[in-house]
């Protein structure tokens, strides 16, 4: 049974704030859900930096942390 996804933007859902680590292709910064105030911390990735195989594979190895946003949170806010 396939389910359909809704498009939001990151900014309807969660509160970005202050800079938690950076790299060389994305920032960690802590967010807060609205919804329910719990906190996370959001890895934003600067894909214009990344080949199609680097995107593809780093989404693949990204690794589990219940205090991460996981894969079926990510947002693509440039497809907005």
Not at 13 to 21: A, F, S
Not at 29 to 52: D, H, M, P, W, Y
Not at 54 to 60: L, M, S
Request: with cysteine; hydrophobic share 35%; charged share 25%.
């Amino acid at each position: 049974m396939a389910t359909t996804a809704t498009c939001t933007r990151f900014s309807d859902d969660y509160q970005l704030y202050e800079e938690l680590g950076k790299g060389a292709f994305s920032v960690v910064r802590r967010c807060v859900k609205l919804s329910t105030g719990q906190e996370f911390a959001a890895k934003i990735i600067n894909t214009k930096k990344l080949s199609a195989r680097e995107r593809t594979a780093g989404f693949r190895a990204a690794p589990t942390n219940p205090l991460l946003l996981n894969n079926s949170q990510r947002i693509d806010n440039d497809r907005n």
